[in-house]
């Protein structure tokens, strides 16, 4: 067969192998963690049930904390399956608020609409929660601080980042299970980014394309450090997501205070290979367990709630071979 | 709705928040050109001097105070009127946004791009504007860039860079006749069409003898009766307007909220008319946009025609309420 490497492949092999070595050194053992797997067959009223018995099994102390839900808002379109359902979201700021936590809010700044509060409204968040708008910040509004970034892997040295967030005793990235046109998958880690702030970066954030979409996610996990995870997988979206893919059933809920376990299980139940998601293997390097080993698996088991998403041909070598 | 309610949430400080909170530089200018048409010269100059306080030493400006970084709200600045803003400082901005281009367009990446392979993308031909430095061009910033240079016209860069822009905006126009914040595709998928990015671009090809610009109309139109988003029908509205196609008597649905400083300012804007047109779209204020052109011009419910273009009664609770 004969090999025809082009500039573009060239260099981007280059890069591959200068960012493989790079990742070699210095690696710390790598650690262990909890995440919860919690089957949810449908968006109806048990999931507050269902929500409050996870929350619990991580036995989180947010007594007296203020505490920050930040969902998955993308688009003005309640019937699909691109926002973090509002039933879930809700059912979970009940749940910590049962758990004692000071306040609970919920924060979003959409990357693409501007209108956040009329995206939220047509998503359907207002119908079920009619005080919405005194309970949520617009993130890409929100006052920001400048926040230097720890071993950026990125090119960005330093972020503004949202005082509500910064400020909050825990972040919840409640994230929507979806494949995504850049990255592979979107889950609680690419959530995040909709905590850069619009108002300062513009819709959408392109300052993180530009600096790398992979190393960008793995640069704010890094930046949040109390965060708990939760991943809405009731439905998800397979195909040409975060916006134009199709429906995905799974009927599943999974969280854990670690968001790189959490992300790798979701991984595993779509079928995805979490050791070939670059912002997975970057986020790995400071100790994040991402090898099946080193999570321990509470409620349903991978194996049993597994299902192969949809991949775009560019994603295809992501594909889960066994397991 | 009144000026009043927009004069109730000027801050201490003369700038407006987006909703509350501390100000920022893109609802103070909003805010400020309404001030402007309602005759509120005391308000507006309050405003004006907040706003020249986040000029920054490379002549562009700062999206708020917090923020150390020159952005696409440079292009708002210059669309305060020269003689409120001063002409020293107007020049800086307009010196400016002529020099600023997306990220794509810069020789760096233009050479990178060649290294990686003779990929000739059409859409990457004309420059546009980004929302910050460092990153690409968006349909957003390139709008109201356009709109601020636009009335520059006696200086020749700033009419090439305009033509340019508005080349760029028609190679980013849909298949459906109107756009997205972005490409019009991505991955070889359709893009969404927008209502808001359909009427900031509207106004911004104003006069563009643009090949089926009927269609993109006839599109906006449509958009017109379905948002019921503040931000959208305000675009929409303007767009419309700057093609001389507003349908006649206009009136945005009674249950549209008014939620932000900028939905409120820009709907006491285009509900002014002619005055409003004038400081957004640097046409005559005394005269109908493209009177005559399409439908005949704006309704007549929707402006004071042979009013002075600086002071404009605004019709009582003539839209949605505001929160």
């Known amino acids: 067969m004969k090999l025809q490497l082009t500039r573009r492949k060239w260099i981007a092999a280059a890069g591959g192998a200068a960012t493989l070595a790079a990742g070699c050194a210095h690696r710390p053992a790598p650690g262990s963690a909890a995440v919860s797997i919690v089957r949810a067959p449908a968006y109806d009223q048990t999931l507050y049930d269902t929500v409050r ?95 230097p970034l720890p071993r ?63 190393e960008s996610i793995a640069d704010l996990h890094s930046v949040y450090r109390r965060q708990f995870a939760m991943v809405d997988g009731v439905v998800g979206m397979e195909g040409n997501g975060p916006i134009q893919g199709g429906a995905k059933p799974v009927g599943v809920l999974v969280a854990g205070r670690d968001p790189v376990a959490v992300d790798a299980t979701c991984c595993r139940i779509m079928k995805i290979d979490p050791l070939r998601v670059a912002y997975l293997r970057m986020a790995a390097q400071s100790g994040a367990p991402l090898a099946e080993a080193n999570i321990r698996q509470t409620g349903e088991t991978v194996a049993g709630v597994a299902t192969p998403f949809e991949l775009i041909p560019e994603f295809r070598g992501l594909r889960l071979e066994r397991g | ?104 367009s810069s020789r760096i990446v233009r050479l990178r791009r060649w290294l990686m392979g003779p990929v000739a993308d059409p859409d990457l031909e004309f420059a546009g504007w980004p929302w910050l430095e460092g990153s690409a061009a968006w349909v957003g ?43 019009p595709h991505a991955l070889g998928y359709a893009a969404k069409e927008y209502p808001e990015t359909t009427g900031m671009a509207l106004a911004a090809l104003r006069g563009e003898p643009a090949p089926d610009m009927e269609r993109s109309i006839g599109l906006a139109r449509a958009l017109l009766g379905q948002s019921r988003s503040a931000d959208a029908l305000n675009w929409l509205r303007l767009g419309l307007a700057a093609q001389g196609a507003l349908p006649p008597g206009y009136r945005p649905p009674g249950e549209v909220v008014y939620r932000t400083v900028p939905e409120i300012a820009l709907s006491l804007l285009v509900s002014a008319g002619p005055p409003g047109y004038s400081l957004l779209l640097g046409m005559d204020g005394s005269r109908e946009p493209e009177a005559g052109s399409r439908n005949g011009g704006i309704a007549p419910m929707e402006h004071a025609a042979g009013r002075s273009p600086t002071r404009t009664e605004f019709p009582p609770s003539a839209d949605g309420p505001t929160r």
């Open chain 2, 141 to 183: 910033p390139t709008a109201v860039a356009i709109l601020a240079l636009d009335k520059e016209n006696r200086l020749p860069k700033a009419r090439q860079r305009v033509a340019e822009g508005r080349r760029f905006l028609m190679r980013r126009r849909c298949s459906g006749g109107g756009w997205n914040y972005g490409a």
């Open chain 1, 152 to 214: 950026p892997f990125s090119r960005l040295t330093r972020l503004y980042l949202p005082n509500t967030l910064l400020g909050a005793g825990l972040v919840v990235s409640l994230a929507k299970m979806k494949t995504h046109h850049w990255v592979g998958a979107t889950l609680a880690m690419k959530n995040l980014f909709g905590s850069v702030p619009g108002g300062v970066y513009g819709w959408p954030k392109n300052v993180l394309h530009w600096a790398g979409i992979h």
């Open chain 1, 53 to 147: 018995r996870m929350l619990a099994l991580h036995r989180l102390d947010v007594r007296g904390r203020h505490v920050t839900i930040k969902p998955n808002l993308v688009e003005f379109e309640p019937e699909s399956t691109i926002n973090t359902s509002p039933l879930v979201v809700h059912a979970t700021l009940e749940g910590f608020r049962a758990l004692g936590a000071a306040s609970v809010r919920i924060a979003e700044g959409p990357g693409h609409r501007r209108n956040t509060l009329d995206l939220a409204d047509a998503a359907g968040y207002f119908r079920l929660m009619p005080d919405f708008e005194d309970r949520f910040t617009d993130l890409n509004l929100d006052d920001v601080s400048l926040v």
């Open chain 2, 1 to 104: 709705m009144s000026p009043e309610v927009l004069a109730g949430k000027q801050n201490p400080d003369g700038g407006w928040p987006y909703a509350r909170g501390s100000s920022w530089t893109e609802p103070t200018v909003y805010a400020i050109l309404a001030m402007l048409v309602a005759g509120e010269k005391a308000r507006a100059r309050r405003g004006v001097a907040w706003l020249k306080g986040l000029e920054r030493p490379d002549g562009g400006w700062r999206p708020h105070t917090g923020v150390e970084e020159s952005t696409w709200v440079t292009a708002l600045a210059a669309l305060v009127p020269e003689d409120e803003l001063g002409a020293a400082a107007h020049g800086r901005a307009t010196g400016w946004l002529t020099d600023a281009t997306g990220a794509e």
